[in-house]
């Protein structure tokens, strides 16, 4: 897994994994802005059932999570194939046969891995409103969460600095275009 080595890939797909509160969204959405790419919310693809469960505060077995990934990457491939690239996915993805999943779905993934401390994400999720996953399944996430191995092709990049920052760095690192500049809110300046 790189950390800091640049792979220069100008993937057609990217995932942008972590757990809960990592900052996989705003990450994602900033990466599609900055290279005139296409952005998917994993979230939006859940099953009502899942979204109940998860509010609830029960996490999801992974035959809960087949389904949603499997209508993830159709996604994914059908925005690919409308020649929309690069195509950010914003994905939990905690285990490597999810990741997995993904990559022999989609042909080809590079993995942008989020990561920070139970901490600072305890604390991003305390004050995030609008969404449905409870801070309560912090700890099951973290407990699922499979780091990624050297031979899954990702980097992976801590999140205690500005966003912006590591969506600068994210882009240089996968050698993804830059097509438009950011200003310190993270829209186009």
Not at 50 to 57: V, W
Not at 127 to 141: E, V
Not at 177 to 185: D, F, H, L, R, S
Request: net charge negative; charged share 25%; proline share 5%.
């Amino acid at each position: 897994m790189a950390t800091g080595a640049a792979l220069r890939l100008q993937p057609d797909f990217v995932l942008v994994m972590g757990v809960c509160g990592a900052g996989k969204s705003t990450v994602g959405k900033a990466i599609a802005e900055r290279t005139d790419g296409r952005f998917i919310e994993a979230d939006e693809y859940h099953p009502e059932e899942n979204i109940k469960l998860m509010s609830a505060g029960r996490p999801l077995t992974d035959a809960e999570r087949w389904p949603w990934l499997a209508a993830l990457a159709r996604a994914a491939s059908d925005t690919h194939a409308q020649g929309k690239k690069p195509v950010i996915i914003a994905c939990s993805a905690l285990k490597r046969r999810y990741r997995d999943f993904l990559r022999g779905e989609l042909g080809s993934l590079t993995i942008l891995h989020l990561s920070g401390s139970r901490e600072l994400i305890g604390e991003r999720l305390a004050a995030r409103r609008s969404h449905f996953m409870p801070p309560a399944l912090l700890d099951s996430q973290l407990a699922d969460l499979e780091e990624l191995a050297d031979d899954e092709g990702g980097i992976a990049l801590p999140v205690n600095e500005d966003p912006m920052e590591l969506v600068a760095r994210a882009c240089d690192l996968l050698g993804l275009p830059k097509t438009m500049a950011m200003n310190v809110e993270g829209g186009a300046a």
